[in-house]
């Protein structure tokens, strides 16, 4: 097959140069168009479920709502995992989906369930409605509406953002939903005086029912005049504060008493659960930008840009949109990064051609295969819909050395053909024989190293969406360097090299003849004592077992995203404006850093849709400056630290340091905002936190930890009415109206829209606010009986203050307390492990008590479970590809010595750079399998054909081992120095990238050592 492929490719030379510019141009063309984002969406397929209730504590919310919701939710297909939140206010259900679940399927069955979950739901307790369309990495742009002038008021710059910027944002392609906070929301609010009340002996509910009655157009269908049609349209929609207070609400002696005899009408802002503060100076009006799933992140922060642009030219003079975090700085840092990466290691592969070819032409063939094999990737990758991302354009960073590899062996051996051949032999005998004399082998070996990063493509979740692209983009690369070896390789060889002419034609270049002169010694002393090669290996075995135990593990390296997200949780029992007076504080302390550019803060929750925060949290966003401008050996763990002791000591204040993707992504994952949660699972909320705060005692004390905290699932003060059902049925009276009255008086209702053109706005009906400000105003809140009595709220019920939760979280129906932590200065391998020891030391949990690991430790757990068991299952296909390819044990064994020297070189350069075992360098290892075994298997090859050809054991070990050193170091050295620009790298995500190439680079070390001098000494045990 592969004297035919050969064969076939040297008879019809302009069909493969044709076909290869065509994979060329259509490979950039591809490029092109390829989606971008900084790293793979490694959010799970999740559908939320938000129901805003009127004004309901945490327990009513859980019962009345969230059970509900979660009830009609079990049992759908494909469901993995259902958690809840239930807050002040607010029912938050998050339902998980198997991988690879279709986001459209799953919305479309959770969206069946809603009408079921509605029926179940008390009336007036709120309408569950879906989240945006979008992912953990949706959040693409924020932004705030600045007043450069200082005349226009918070609520103003509000309904700005409500009815003018967000509207138009919404009409983007890509953007799913643009979620405002801050200022306040436009509302007509009527005030209502109590003593005017009683005055007119009027009931509260009365008022409501004339306002919603005199606030109402209707349509009269049409009438018929000479052969015309009029329609008739009644108006009677207020229009104004005017109109509202010409409202009759009741008759006084026959004369009327209007609404504005009663309340006080007034524009106002509504009743918040949030706000945005900047610099501790101002409060803001923000605006957050959500992309649609599946859209490219780039493409629709362009478009975004563009239409803020337009925006703000149509905004009053003075007010400006200031986006202050954009996702596009990421994506552009990382992917900057690896294609600077990827140019480098272009150019130093290249460089080691020339150097060890020593020819222009046969250069330009070999590194013709890199921009083949690239556009051949982006090209694959754009048709499966890959986007161009740290991880995808990394795999083919990683692959830039190997995919030379097959043709500097094809090119190799044409070289030295076409020094020894005859005179008179035609070049496309001499060239055809020499590449049909090593096709056989280049294909195993390319098809091994694809076959290596089979683990990879049996990851899931989190570990599988993040190295999945990797393992695909290297996989299409090699294929198309397999492709351009058997095919271009030999058409490229007849049309660019030639027949020496010089007198020592058959003699190579200078810089081979030199590592020959002093390689043939020290191999001849190798084979001549097999044994020192045994002890050479069996030492480099026991540095690794050595060497190994002393690394620390983790899931990932943290990537730095270059903005940092400061999480502050003050006291449950803390108002909305305390606060924002400690954020402000916050946000000037931490301004004092130089590196920091701005701190923007979002505190409690805006619109739902996105985040679901009590008052009390505050999610505060660290700008930077640019790198270039921080002091000298500053880095971003710097920066956090110096963040840490600025917060430090600040009263009531807990602070946790993460990054916006990082936090979005943990969030989502498990339901946590730092790197390690502990789940503490139990019925009891009074014993759930009790333990909880066991854990998080013990936690503080293990090295390492920081930013320990605790769920707040109690510590809210409630205020708490309960009716005597016999009083109220004494005065004739019906529960339902003491509830409705205590509800319009101090917490206010609806009673229909003001609309000013297409913007509406709500008529708020409450007690003007020094009538409902203290509990003893609660208490004489006057009820009307039937029989026109009036008697206070105190005589028919038990008005108390209690401490109740602050909120309520379950997961798969269990109610949970978390205890979060983020690990510094070591890895979170460690960490766990001294923590899992303590905790079951030190902390005795009752019966029905569950505690869970979750956050990156879980991930780390989940993807070494399963590499345990994929690695050895490709070690032994390996295997078997290698006995096809050898029909012999013996030699399979020999190469695959390849693979634990190989490991050592890694092991070691892992813990000499002070890094951490990690998926990442788990793939550097599984790399370094496919490279170690392909340069043993071209020694091992040439060895059998000079035995073959009469050559002695020993003669054949020698002269093979000098006549292959060239390829040898040649498809090391393209490896290694292809992903010496990623170990070099400091720019975004190359904290990730470095670990694999350290291990790649460490174990080329010790497994070229092993085929050089061991495989040649020990060949004579090994051999058929």
Request: glycine share 8%.
């Amino acid at each position: 097959m592969f004297d035919s492929l050969v064969s076939s490719a040297l008879r019809n030379k302009l069909v493969v140069v044709l076909f290869t510019c065509a994979v060329i141009g259509g490979g950039y063309w591809g490029y092109k168009r390829l989606p971008v984002d900084a790293f793979p969406d490694v959010s799970p397929a999740l559908v939320q479920v938000f129901t805003v209730t009127s004004g309901l504590g945490p327990e009513e919310v859980e019962k009345f709502v969230t059970f509900p919701v979660e009830a009609a939710m079990s049992g759908l297909p494909r469901v993995r995992e259902i958690r809840s939140v239930s807050n002040f206010g607010l029912s938050v259900v998050s339902v998980y989906f198997e991988e690879d679940t279709d986001i459209y399927f799953a919305r479309q069955v959770v969206g069946e369930r809603l009408s079921e979950a509605r029926e179940a739901i008390p009336a007036g307790f709120g309408e569950p409605e879906m989240g945006p369309i979008s992912t953990g990495q949706g959040l693409v742009l924020y932004y705030n509406l600045i007043d450069t002038t200082g005349t226009y008021s918070l609520e103003e710059l509000r309904t700005l953002q409500d009815w003018v910027v967000k509207y138009n944002l919404q009409t983007v392609p890509g953007v799913t939903e643009v979620l405002g906070i801050g200022g306040y929301v436009k509302q007509y609010q009527v005030n209502i005086d109590p003593d005017a009340l009683l005055r007119y002996n009027l009931p509260l509910h009365t008022v409501i029912e004339r306002i919603e009655a005199n606030n109402q157009n209707v349509g009269g269908q049409f009438l018929e005049r000479n052969g015309e049609m009029f329609i008739v349209r009644s108006e009677g929609l207020a229009q104004s504060i005017a109109d509202l207070e010409s409202i009759v609400v009741t008759h006084e002696d026959g004369t009327p008493v209007h609404l504005s005899d009663v309340a006080t009408i007034r524009l106002g802002g509504e009743i918040r659960q949030g706000l945005q503060t900047r610099n501790g100076t101002e409060e803001v009006v923000s605006g957050m930008v959500i992309k649609l799933y599946g859209t490219n992140s780039s493409t629709v922060i362009d478009a975004v840009e563009a239409k803020l642009t337009e925006i703000e030219a149509a905004l009053p003079a003075g007010v400006i949109i200031d986006p202050y975090y954009q996702q596009k700085t990421l994506v552009q840092s990382a992917v900057s990064t690896v294609t600077s990466s990827l140019i480098q290691g272009v150019v130093l592969v290249v460089l080691i051609l020339l150097i060890f070819i020593g020819g222009f032409r046969p250069s330009v063939v070999v590194a013709l295969a890199i921009p083949f094999s690239v556009l051949f990737a982006t090209l694959a990758m754009y048709y499966a819909g890959i986007s161009a991302n740290l991880m995808s354009l990394g795999g083919i960073a990683i692959a830039i050395g190997m995919m030379v590899d097959g043709t500097i062996v094809m090119v190799e051996n044409a070289d030295r053909l076409l020094r020894a051949a005859p005179a008179d032999e035609p070049k496309h005998h001499t060239i055809a024989a020499a590449c049909r004399e090593v096709a056989r082998p280049i294909c195993f070996s390319i098809l091994i190293v694809v076959l290596v990063f089979l683990p990879l493509f049996t990851l899931q979740g989190v570990e599988g969406k993040m190295f999945r692209p990797l393992a695909y983009t290297v996989s299409l690369a090699m294929f198309g360097s397999l492709l351009y070896a058997l095919v271009g390789a030999p058409v490229y060889s007849w049309l660019f090299m030639a027949k020496p002419r010089r007198v020592h034609a058959n003699r190579d270049v200078w810089i081979v003849r030199l590592l020959v002169t002093a390689y043939r010694p020290i191999v001849r002393a190798f084979v001549r004592a097999r044994f020192a090669a045994v002890l050479l290996a069996l030492g480099l075995l026991a540095l690794g077992a050595i060497v190994f135990p002393r690394l620390g593990s983790e899931f990932t390296p943290r990537l730095m995203e270059g903005d940092i997200i400061a999480n502050l949780t003050m006291a449950p029992s803390v108002s909305l404006e305390e606060t924002k007076r400690n954020t402000l504080i916050a946000e000037k302390r931490l301004l004092e850093i130089p590196e920091i550019a701005q701190a923007v803060s979002r505190i409690g929750r805006g619109e739902v849709g996105a985040h679901a925060d009590p008052i009390n949290t505050v999610h505060m966003m660290v700008v930077l400056k640019p790198s270039a401008g921080w002091r000298d050996g500053f880095t971003q763990i710097d920066i956090e630290n110096a963040m840490r002791e600025k917060l430090h000591g600040m009263p009531g204040v807990m602070a946790n340091i993460t990054q916006p993707i990082q936090l979005t992504v943990d969030e989502l994952i498990g339901g946590s905002k730092a790197q390690l949660s502990i789940k503490l699972f139990g019925p009891d909320l009074d014993l759930l936190k009790t333990h909880g705060d066991e854990l998080a005692a013990v936690l503080r004390q293990i090295d390492g930890a920081a930013d320990v905290q605790v769920g707040q699932l109690t510590g809210a003060p409630q205020i708490v009415v309960r009716p005597d059902r016999e009083a109220i049925a004494r005065h004739g009276l019906n529960l339902s109206e003491v509830q409705e009255l205590i509800e319009a008086a101090v917490g206010g209702v609806q009673a229909g829209q003001v609309y000013e053109g297409v913007q509406r706005y709500d008529i708020q009906v409450r007690y003007r606010e020094d009538a409902r400000r203290t509990i003893e105003n609660l208490r004489d809140l006057i009820v009307h009986t039937t029989d026109g009595a009036l008697i206070p709220l105190s005589e028919i019920a038990r008005i108390s203050e209690v401490v109740g939760p602050r909120e309520i979280v379950r997961e798969n129906n269990q109610r949970y307390i978390e205890v979060q932590a983020n690990v510094v200065g070591r890895d979170i391998g460690s960490f766990v492990a001294e923590a899992q020891a303590a905790i079951a030391r030190d902390v005795s949990l009752p019966p029905g008590y569950l505690v869970s690991w979750g956050g990156q430790f879980e991930l780390q757990q989940e993807a070494n479970a399963r590499l345990a068991v994929v690695v050895p299952v490709t070690l032994v296909l390996i295997a078997l590809l290698l006995y096809l390819s050898f029909h012999s044990l013996k030699n399979t064994a020999l190469i695959l010595l390849n693979i634990p020297l190989a490991l050592v070189g890694g092991v070691v350069g892992l813990w000499l750079a002070g890094e951490n075992l990690s998926v990442p360098s788990s793939i550097g290892f599984i790399a370094l399998f496919g490279i170690a075994l392909g340069n043993g298997m071209v020694l091992v090859t040439y060895l059998n054909q000079l035995v073959a050809d009469g050559r002695s054991i020993d003669e054949a070990s020698i002269e093979g081992a000098c006549l292959r050193v060239r390829p040898v170091l040649m498809t090391a050295g393209t490896t290694l120095l292809g992903l010496l620009p990623l170990l070099l790298a400091s720019g975004t995500g190359s904290e990730v990238q470095r670990p694999l190439a350290i291990v790649v680079i460490g174990g080329l070390v010790s497994s070229t050592l092993l085929t050089l001098l061991v495989i040649p000494a020990l060949y004579k045990w090994f051999t058929r």
